[in-house]
């Protein structure tokens, strides 16, 4: 049986992935100008990343005899990350996937040492795998974000 820490926080994870890919894709969408190219192509190459993270937790909780949620149970959590009224404000769009990525390495740390606790190394491996993504997507976009700050 999954302790039941365990399995919260990997619905959490699997919520937060699929509501990244939407906003991601949103934002990679309605961006405009010269300086957000590189942004908007940065965000689309993450979203299939996203999406395969997504996926890997989905079969995890299987694996777990769990079902992933579906869109009944999604509740928005990624305020900050809401496309723009100003289509060409990538500075909302960085912060807003800076906050995403910090929260995302919150939980894969939370899920790395509750699944430590509960003896499941499978899920603690997953874990410090998809924790490692984040932490490379957030250095990314902190990269974007000096270039702005200039």
Same mark, same amino acid.
């Given at each position: 049986?999954?302790?039941?820490?365990?399995?919260?926080?990997?619905?959490?994870?699997?919520?937060?992935?699929?509501?990244?890919?939407?906003?991601?894709?949103?934002?990679?969408?309605?961006?405009?100008?010269?300086?957000?190219?590189?942004?908007?192509?940065?965000?689309?190459?993450?979203?299939?990343?996203?999406?395969?993270?997504? #996926?890997? %937790?989905?079969?995890? /909780?299987?694996?777990? =005899? +769990? $079902?992933?949620?579906?869109?009944?149970?999604?509740?928005? &959590?990624?305020?900050?990350?809401?496309?723009?009224?100003?289509?060409?404000?990538?500075?909302?769009?960085?912060?807003?996937?800076?906050?995403?990525?910090?929260?995302?390495?919150?939980?894969?740390?939370?899920?790395?040492?509750?699944?430590?606790?509960?003896?499941?190394?499978?899920? #603690?491996? %997953?874990?410090?795998? /998809?924790?490692?993504? =984040? +932490? $490379?997507?957030?250095?990314?976009?902190?990269?974007?974000? &000096?270039?702005?700050?200039?």
């Amino acid at each position: 049986m999954a302790d039941d820490e365990v399995v919260r926080l990997l619905k959490t994870a699997y919520q937060d992935e699929i509501e990244t890919v939407m906003n991601y894709l949103s934002n990679s969408i309605v961006l405009d100008g010269l300086r957000a190219e590189e942004v908007k192509e940065s965000l689309q190459t993450d979203i299939q990343e996203e999406l395969g993270h997504a #996926e890997q %937790l989905g079969n995890r /909780l299987k694996q777990l =005899e +769990e $079902a992933p949620p579906g869109s009944g149970e999604f509740e928005a &959590k990624q305020h900050s990350l809401q496309p723009p009224a100003d289509t060409t404000d990538v500075v909302s769009v960085i912060e807003g996937v800076l906050d995403a990525e910090n929260d995302a390495i919150d939980t894969y740390r939370d899920l790395v040492h509750a699944a430590r606790d509960a003896d499941d190394p499978v899920t #603690e491996d %997953l874990a410090t795998a /998809l924790l490692a993504d =984040e +932490e $490379a997507h957030r250095t990314e976009f902190r990269g974007y974000r &000096k270039e702005y700050d200039e």
